[in-house]
């Protein structure tokens, strides 16, 4: 029955192209006000982003079992989304599935500003995921007064004890993995701050185009977006990171800017 | 001297009068006095010598019970001393402790399904039977499971007849579904007391209540949503109810009797699971001529929602169909079905008619052939339905084999007659093993 399973997959992997976006493509998600985190934040915002920019039709659901759900990834693990009978998790796994449909922006770039681009995607992702994490399971006051209660105010006690145990254990492994543990704050900010710079240096590029490549929007928009946009409004005990963030004008009006086109959520202060 | 044997029938030991002076129990060091002190109480009241005989065999026996001692041997003397009576006899039990830390590995039955079982058992931790001990199984629907278990029997109050025990465990044991593509691991800890009740009827009782962490995840990717909906960890907190009324005569090829068994949950004390559910197992056995049994099994159960539930726990659901609920149909396969995939259903019943027969020629394989039985059945049933419309049956005949005084093997020989269009059936031969059939 297994290699059936598989065989089935296969052929309808070879369909996919195929088959039109379904008009019940769901994304699943925390909820929004209790239990989601920083960098899980970071990444559904950035898929929605994502997936506005291709005008692309999908529903959202809250659940508390999102992340148990999800058939995994490498970081956060949300969000995933279900497009008929496929399940993929993550930024790049979602929007590499959306181009294998032959909807997604960027097809207008050619493969050197698509390899530019998906070098900044890669960089962007990597850097500020690590340092949400960081600042959500590293620091202790950021840990105790926010992490531990949001992700653990689903479950009953003693299961959010347990709960919580066993993520920040998972957070501060995957640190490790990419080297980030025994970094101490400053570093930290240090390496944003780098990457905001590069950021804005591609934005000052073109200074009369309000999108990193060009006037038509690409996946470095989406999830740039969708990191300095959460890190920018949501309101920490530690606030080194929108601080840093906040130093460069540029991707602050980039925000507003996006803000303002696509969700209208209006939380940034001038 | 050693117990004296009844050399003729000559001598009438009920008429040979005979008084209890002193009872001793050696072999006594970490067990407390007070445990065994009822030992003595039969042996007291003894007034002639057969009565004294039978007493010193029931004490003996009651020894063994108390789960101290790993053997106990009985000697009777005549009393000496200064306020020995004429007709006075002092009896001494002496007993061998277990020794302090014992172990055991082996296999066990379940239903439809073998296992490896290792147990480290240290017994009399506390001197009144108390046992603490670690077991560990290994099987091939449930992994690595693992459980800590204090014991305390209270053999020795007031309440001896009724035989009631305690128990407290701690316990991590992962249930795999296969056929749903799911397990989950349940992590938490368990508190039971068991005890019988003589009131008219011997009933065995037993209430427990479970708080545990249970956490779905799913065994392979391609799994339907619906499954997949319900991924993740959950605190369940339960109180369960058993009752049990069995006065057949053997466990495995009875041939009178009756056996009732109830198994009632109520969970929602708390965590964030809620429902309840209901087994019911009963089996009535006829004697008929010529070694032949006719028997009579049922079986239903029920999930329900409470008024706490969100939605009720899928590995909570009952799977109708195998080779020890419906013979004929592969296990979980009659009833419902998501994306082609078998889950369990809400309510099941299932029933069958057996007629036992020994095998033709028993007289000439005589110890043998005790071992073995052919039955020829008919078993029907459904799922999320109480009606006879729609129903799945199957008949058959097969050949049982008894394993231990426990559990029994069987291979059936099935032709389905009723399913359903998503059933999956086994035309033709079936093998089960387990200790509880319908």
Known sequence: MQTSQYLNQLHTADKLSEEPWPEDATLYQPFEAEQILLPESASCLAVKAYLKMCNLPFGIRTCANAEHMSPGGRMTKLPFIRAGAFLFAEFEPIVNFVEQKDMAIGSWQDEDEKADMRTYVSLVENIFTMAELYVSFKNERVYKEVTAPRNGAVYPWPLNVIQNYSKRRNALRQLKVYQWHDLDIDQVIDKVAKCCETLEYKLKESPDTPFFFGDQPCELDAIAFGHLFTILTTRLPNMALAQTVQKFGHLVSFCRFIDEKYFQMRCLQE | MSTPKDPNSKYDLSKISARVDKVNVSGLQRTHDDYVMRAADGLF????????????????????ELGIFKDVSVHIDISRGADATPQGYEVTLKGKEFTRIMGSAGTEIGQNEGSLRTELTIPNILGRGESISLQGSYSSTR??????KFWKPFFHTRFRENRPEASFSLFRQTDRYDISSFQTTNLGYLLDFSAHTMLGVDLTHSLQYENSIRDLSLLNKSVPFGIRDHCGPKLASLVRYSLIFDNRDASVFPTRGLLLKSVNEYCGLGGNVAYTSSTAHGEVNVPLFAGLVAQFCGRVGVVKETKKTTVLPISNLFYCGGPLTLRGFKYGSAGPVIDGTPIGAQTFWCTGAHLWTPLPFAGVFKGLASHFRMHFFYNMGNSNSFSMENMRSAYGIGLAVKLAERARIELNY??????????KVTNGFQFGIGYEFV
């Open chain 2, 143 to 148: 992994a690595n499971d693992l459980q800590l």
């Open chain 2, 414 to 423: 099935c032709v389905p007659l009723q399913k359903q269009a998503t059933d």
């Open chain 2, 45 to 64: 009241k003894a007034s002639n010598f057969q009565e004294m005989m039978l007493e010193a065999m029931a004490a003996k026996s009651y020894l063994h």
